[in-house]
């Protein structure tokens, strides 16, 4: 028996049928192993050692896959082919080693760029070994990643509290847009007018002429900036006789453009389909792993994840054969067309995305497909098709026309073109960000030299520069690949994760950046300023390139890497939180302080009057406050102009109270009046903005609706007990007494009635408790000595939280539990102990019977203040308390997991030994 692993299930099924009884395909679902989220997992003291961990969700399918090999008579590899397939046949293979399940079968690694019978059975039969200098450029850009993310991170959870994370390529993405948002806020309109004057030949036929020059002199388009100015030339123009001076016509030739690679298909199916980055790569690797075809699962396109442009002789032959059926042969070119790549790494270049048959029509996969998908794939199949298409031929006509006033000589111009021959434009016209110029597609009269025109309309318009475009996804992952910062098969991901953290936010297709986004730049640039240059960050993707292409040792990369590296976080250490506020203060003064219409102090307390505003950090994040403050309360976020500022919507019909979208430090909510229209002990409505909603869109209907929630939508027909629909963490819902039932995709939670409801309460409860709300035994952390036991991470039902000798803290909203460090777990429970909160039962009843509490009081408040001087020194904080010593029973479990991690330390020094 012959043993296959690849990534995914479905590839495991599809291929399966490929290959027969002989075969027995399984899937790892990925990565098998990767560094823990702890420090030391990589360790640059031992020659960049790397400490590897099974993930226990795939440990039982390992033990699965151990068992059948050992009776197998070959091993094949067939994970995807790129650098990242490359390193999970490694992972596997090593970790088959580690349980010794590997004999005497041969072991053979098989790659294929598309999932059809051919392709695998062709496949098959080029067997090859692991490519190693791949794998090595894996580890270096994984342990170059966890070094910048498990070293800088922690560096701005200390000094900028709020922000959650930084990265390698991460940072500099964000630093693009931040840039642009720059540029916006800096820019000053400029005023300037333009002159088109509409025009008729002798036979009637009409068209524009804009005004280019006047008395020998050329008018640009930025040159008429006043009024005045311009309303001389029309004066000018009224009078004057229009005759054409020459009319020059010349021929064009429009190429198609290449075959997608990964980037330019996130670019096309962002302006085209307004698909995400992230969505355009999950259905397209739908379309790779197939999709069941007549009863046989086929896969629609090829690999997703490429820089090359080239497509397979026999797919050239078949794409030329189906635009002769479809388009005539006049569409087809003498010979096929060659395109050449960019990519500065060959070894990773692979074929271009393509249909794995040009014969698919996408109408005849349209009821196979869901919207997206087919979608997606005429996307694909037309860019492939337009690419060995003929030429667009056309003809660009210019007519320069005189208007002689007098004694002054004006000079007029009109552009066209005229399409001779479609060509390739029949099929496929790539997408542009911004519209394109009219008169590039705008078709002129006939006309010849010496005709004279008649005038007969003149349009004088006023014009204000606008300052550079947000980035779209598109036009960011554009950037990026333009100044080499990443690689195209990480673009989706780095996009999702900013947005993820709330560094930048999408909104009418384009990314603007956050605050916090801000502040995080600001303090890379200002203390880490080398990390986040663009030329530094491309010149280490070509060394990590240079890896794969075994011309450079990866230990030799990370070394060159992390001694400036280190040096520089060895250098804040001592900076203090409120040293780095003043140097962001400063920064991004002109983001934060606008000038004041009467010319005042901008960074005056409009509230107290006499306190000046500065900036300052919070556990959400950084925000604008009084300096006088515990005396004035004061505080809004970082920019005073943004879409949090407070914006009165109009009357609510039932109360004539203002309806208002008020910013406040913890966000953006809506209220109803003011504190004044209520009684002492009363205060204003409030109403959350759902997550997935901006505050620009919140308009005064929908916000009475908010401020309606929860509403009660009627008894429930068995105990009369009134059932409400709200919206609360998890979304929308309706409740009946402690039951909750989220509402689901058609439901409103503003109509929702109540037959409905009660029917999804009904289904709540045959399913039983939600598995947040339940028990949860929790998942280890890690380690904390200084307590003397393992730090758990467990879900209740308020959120996840982390716990250790009952001290419970809960993890921030913008933090992913499952991605929680060590290091982030040990300071949640720190700063929870230094609060006083989830003690031990035991712990509260001894401090509530003490005899001496005015002594406890005082060293409390000492050490709090010890350790508040450490933190602003940069240091690490120390715990509060110090738990009492365990039982032996207890006491024995950390000395188990040691024993364990150093078995696995040594495996994998073994595995790297023999790797080398």
Same mark, same amino acid.
């Given at each position: 028996?012959?043993?296959?692993?690849?990534?995914?299930?479905?590839?495991?099924?599809?291929?399966?049928?490929?290959?027969?009884?002989?075969?027995?395909?399984?899937?790892?679902?990925? $990565?098998?192993?990767?560094?823990?989220? #702890?420090?030391?997992?990589?360790? /640059?003291?031992?020659?960049?050692?790397?400490?590897?961990?099974?993930?226990?969700?795939?440990?039982?399918?390992?033990?699965?896959?151990?068992?059948? !090999?050992?009776?197998?008579?070959?091993?094949?590899?067939?994970?995807?082919?790129?650098?990242?397939?490359?390193?999970?046949?490694? $992972?596997?293979?090593?970790?088959?080693?580690?349980?010794?399940?590997?004999?005497?079968?041969?072991?053979?690694?098989?790659?294929?760029?598309?999932?059809?019978?051919?392709? @695998?059975?062709?496949?098959? #039969? $080029?067997?090859?070994?692991?490519?190693?200098?791949?794998?090595?450029?894996?580890?270096? *850009?994984?342990?170059?990643?966890?070094? !910048?993310?498990?070293?800088?991170?922690?560096?701005?959870?200390?000094?900028?509290?709020?922000?959650?994370?930084?990265?390698?390529?991460?940072? !500099?993405?964000?630093?693009?847009?931040?840039?642009?948002?720059?540029?916006?806020?800096?820019?000053?309109?400029?005023?300037?007018?333009?002159?088109?004057?509409?025009?008729?030949?002798?036979?009637?036929?009409?068209?524009?002429?804009?005004?280019?020059?006047?008395?020998?002199?050329?008018?640009?388009?930025?040159?008429?900036?006043?009024?005045?100015?311009?309303?001389?030339?029309?004066?000018?123009?009224?009078?004057?006789?229009?005759?054409?001076? +020459?009319?020059?016509?010349?021929?064009?030739?429009?190429?198609?453009?290449?075959?997608?690679?990964?980037?330019?298909?996130?670019?096309?199916?962002?302006?085209?389909?307004?698909?995400?980055?992230? $969505? +355009?790569?999950?259905?397209?690797?739908?379309?790779?792993?197939?999709?069941?075809?007549?009863?046989?699962?086929?896969?629609?396109? +090829?690999?997703?994840?490429?820089?090359?442009?080239?497509?397979?002789?026999?797919?050239?032959?078949?794409?030329?054969? !189906?635009?002769?059926?479809?388009?005539?042969?006049?569409?087809?070119?003498?010979? /096929?067309?060659?395109?050449?790549?960019?990519?500065?790494?060959?070894?990773?270049?692979?074929?271009?995305? *393509? /249909?794995?048959?040009?014969?698919?029509?996408?109408?005849?996969?349209?009821?196979?497909?869901?919207?997206?998908?087919?979608?997606?794939?005429?996307?694909?199949?037309?860019?492939?098709?337009?690419?060995?298409?003929?030429?667009?031929?056309?003809? *660009?006509?210019?007519?320069?026309?005189?208007?002689?006033?007098?004694?002054?000589?004006?000079?007029?111009?009109?552009?066209?073109?005229?399409?001779?021959?479609?060509?390739?434009?029949?099929?496929?016209?790539?997408?542009?960000?911004?519209?394109?110029?009219?008169?590039?597609?705008? *078709?002129?009269?006939?006309?010849?030299?010496?005709?004279?025109?008649?005038?007969?309309?003149?349009?004088?318009?006023?014009?204000?520069?606008?300052?550079?475009?947000?980035?779209?996804?598109?036009?960011?992952? #554009?950037?990026?690949?333009?100044?080499?910062?990443?690689?195209?098969?990480?673009?989706?991901?780095?996009?999702?994760?900013?947005?993820?953290?709330?560094?930048?936010?999408?909104?009418? %297709?384009?990314?603007? &950046?956050?605050?916090?986004?801000?502040?995080?730049?600001?303090?890379?640039?200002?203390?880490? &300023?080398?990390?986040?240059?663009?030329?530094?960050?491309?010149?280490?993707?070509? %060394?990590?390139?240079?890896?794969?292409?075994?011309?450079?040792?990866?230990?030799?990369?990370?070394?060159?890497?992390?001694?400036?590296?280190?040096?520089?976080?060895?250098?804040?250490?001592?900076?203090?939180?409120?040293?780095?506020?003043?140097?962001?203060?400063?920064?991004?003064?002109?983001?934060?302080?606008?000038?004041?219409?009467?010319?005042?102090?901008?960074?005056?307390?409009?509230?107290?009057?006499?306190?000046?505003?500065?900036?300052?950090?919070?556990?959400?994040?950084?925000?604008?406050?009084?300096?006088?403050?515990?005396?004035?309360?004061?505080?809004?976020?970082?920019?005073?102009?943004?879409?949090?500022?407070?914006?009165?919507?109009?009357?609510?019909?039932?109360?004539?109270? =203002?309806?208002?979208?008020?910013?406040?430090?913890?966000?953006?909510?809506?209220?109803?009046?003011?504190?004044?229209?209520?009684?002492?002990?009363?205060?204003?409505?409030?109403?959350?903005?759902? %997550?997935?909603?901006?505050? &620009?869109?919140?308009?005064?209907?929908?916000?009475?609706?908010?401020?309606?929630?929860?509403?009660?939508?009627?008894?429930?027909?068995?105990?009369?007990?009134?059932?409400?629909?709200?919206?609360?963490?998890?979304?929308?819902?309706?409740?009946?007494?402690?039951?909750?039932?989220?509402?689901?995709?058609?439901?409103?939670?503003?109509? @929702?009635?109540?037959?409905?409801?009660?029917?999804?309460?009904?289904?709540?409860?045959?399913?039983?408790?939600?598995?947040?709300?339940?028990?949860? /035994?929790?998942?280890?952390?890690?380690?904390?000595?200084?307590?003397?036991?393992?730090?758990?991470?467990?879900?209740?039902?308020?959120?996840?939280?982390?716990?250790?000798?009952?001290?419970?803290?809960?993890?921030? =909203?913008?933090?992913?539990?499952?991605?929680?460090?060590?290091?982030?777990?040990?300071?949640?429970?720190?700063?929870?102990?230094?609060?006083?909160?989830?003690?031990? %039962?035991?712990?509260?009843?001894?401090?509530?019977?003490?005899?001496?509490?005015? #002594?406890?009081?005082?060293?409390?408040?000492?050490?709090?203040?010890?350790?508040?001087?450490?933190?602003?020194?940069?240091?690490?904080?120390?715990?509060?308390?110090?738990?009492?010593?365990?039982?032996?029973?207890?006491?024995?479990?950390?000395?188990?997991?040691?024993?364990?991690?150093?078995?696995?330390?040594?495996?994998?020094?073994?595995?790297?030994?023999?790797?080398?």
């Amino acid at each position: 028996m012959n043993i296959v692993i690849v990534e995914s299930p479905a590839k495991a099924k599809t291929i399966n049928k490929y290959l027969g009884d002989s075969y027995e395909v399984f899937a790892s679902y990925g $990565h098998v192993r990767d560094l823990p989220a #702890k420090n030391g997992s990589v360790d /640059p003291d031992a020659n960049f050692q790397m400490i590897w961990e099974v993930d226990p969700k795939a440990a039982g399918r390992l033990n699965d896959i151990a068992r059948v !090999v050992k009776d197998a008579d070959k091993l094949i590899l067939a994970t995807d082919p790129d650098r990242e397939g490359e390193a999970i046949s490694w $992972h596997v293979l090593e970790v088959l080693k580690q349980k010794r399940a590997l004999k005497d079968q041969k072991i053979e690694r098989v790659v294929f760029n598309a999932i059809t019978k051919q392709a @695998v059975t062709e496949a098959m #039969k $080029h067997p090859r070994q692991i490519d190693g200098a791949l794998v090595d450029a894996y580890m270096a *850009r994984r342990a170059l990643d966890y070094l !910048v993310g498990f070293t800088l991170s922690p560096v701005l959870w200390r000094k900028l509290p709020g922000a959650r994370s930084a990265g390698r390529v991460q940072s !500099v993405a964000l630093r693009l847009v931040c840039d642009r948002e720059l540029e916006i806020e800096k820019f000053v309109p400029r005023e300037y007018w333009s002159l088109l004057a509409n025009l008729a030949t002798p036979r009637g036929d009409t068209f524009e002429a804009r005004l280019v020059g006047a008395d020998g002199k050329k008018i640009q388009r930025l040159d008429i900036g006043s009024g005045a100015e311009a309303e001389d030339f029309k004066k000018a123009l009224e009078a004057a006789n229009y005759t054409v001076t +020459t009319v020059e016509a010349k021929p064009a030739r429009r190429n198609p453009q290449a075959p997608f690679t990964t980037s330019t298909l996130q670019q096309e199916a962002s302006r085209k389909l307004g698909f995400a980055p992230a $969505h +355009t790569m999950r259905i397209a690797q739908r379309l790779y792993e197939g999709i069941d075809i007549g009863g046989e699962t086929t896969g629609l396109i +090829t690999y997703m994840r490429t820089d090359g442009v080239s497509i397979a002789p026999e797919a050239v032959t078949q794409t030329r054969k !189906v635009i002769g059926e479809e388009y005539g042969k006049t569409y087809v070119p003498d010979a /096929p067309r060659q395109y050449s790549s960019k990519a500065k790494n060959a070894q990773e270049a692979h074929e271009a995305i *393509r /249909p794995t048959d040009l014969s698919r029509r996408p109408a005849s996969l349209r009821s196979r497909l869901d919207n997206d998908q087919a979608r997606l794939y005429e996307l694909i199949w037309m860019r492939t098709i337009a690419s060995q298409m003929e030429s667009a031929e056309l003809e *660009r006509t210019t007519v320069d026309i005189t208007a002689k006033a007098g004694a002054r000589t004006l000079e007029l111009r009109a552009t066209g073109q005229v399409v001779k021959f479609d060509g390739f434009l029949a099929v496929y016209q790539e997408g542009r960000d911004d519209d394109p110029d009219d008169e590039e597609s705008r *078709r002129l009269p006939a006309m010849s030299e010496g005709e004279a025109l008649k005038r007969e309309s003149l349009n004088v318009t006023q014009h204000f520069t606008e300052p550079p475009p947000r980035f779209s996804e598109a036009s960011l992952v #554009k950037r990026m690949e333009e100044l080499g910062i990443g690689r195209p098969s990480t673009y989706a991901s780095i996009l999702q994760v900013l947005k993820d953290r709330g560094y930048v936010k999408l909104e009418k %297709k384009r990314l603007s &950046a956050e605050d916090k986004g801000r502040v995080v730049v600001a303090f890379l640039e200002n203390f880490f &300023a080398r990390y986040v240059e663009f030329d530094f960050t491309a010149d280490l993707e070509e %060394k990590l390139d240079k890896i794969s292409n075994n011309e450079v040792a990866w230990q030799q990369v990370l070394k060159d890497f992390w001694t400036d590296f280190i040096g520089a976080v060895d250098g804040i250490k001592d900076v203090r939180v409120s040293e780095v506020l003043d140097v962001l203060d400063a920064m991004l003064g002109e983001h934060i302080y606008e000038p004041r219409a009467d010319g005042g102090d901008p960074r005056q307390c409009p509230s107290c009057g006499t306190g000046k505003l500065n900036l300052k950090a919070g556990k959400f994040g950084a925000f604008v406050g009084c300096s006088n403050y515990p005396e004035c309360r004061y505080t809004r976020p970082l920019a005073a102009s943004s879409g949090q500022s407070d914006r009165v919507l109009g009357k609510d019909p039932a109360t004539n109270l =203002d309806v208002a979208v008020k910013a406040g430090r913890f966000g953006p909510y809506i209220q109803l009046g003011e504190p004044k229209d209520y009684g002492e002990d009363q205060k204003p409505k409030r109403a959350g903005i759902p %997550k997935n909603m901006s505050p &620009a869109d919140v308009e005064l209907e929908l916000a009475i609706k908010l401020l309606a929630l929860p509403r009660d939508v009627g008894p429930h027909p068995e105990d009369g007990e009134i059932i409400t629909a709200g919206i609360g963490r998890f979304g929308p819902f309706v409740r009946h007494g402690k039951t909750y039932a989220s509402l689901e995709a058609g439901d409103d939670v503003y109509n @929702v009635g109540l037959n409905r409801a009660v029917t999804l309460i009904a289904e709540k409860i045959a399913k039983g408790p939600s598995r947040r709300f339940g028990a949860d /035994p929790g998942k280890a952390v890690g380690e904390y000595p200084a307590r003397g036991g393992t730090i758990m991470l467990k879900k209740g039902r308020y959120g996840a939280y982390v716990t250790i000798d009952g001290i419970n803290a809960t993890i921030p =909203d913008d933090k992913e539990p499952e991605k929680l460090t060590l290091e982030e777990a040990i300071a949640l429970i720190e700063d929870r102990a230094k609060k006083g909160g989830g003690k031990p %039962k035991r712990a509260a009843k001894k401090a509530a019977t003490s005899k001496k509490p005015a #002594k406890k009081a005082a060293a409390k408040k000492s050490s709090k203040t010890a350790a508040k001087a450490d933190d602003d020194a940069g240091a690490e904080v120390t715990p509060i308390t110090a738990a009492k010593p365990r039982a032996a029973k207890k006491a024995a479990a950390p000395k188990k997991v040691a024993a364990k991690k150093t078995t696995k330390v040594a495996a994998t020094k073994s595995a790297g030994k023999a790797r080398g």
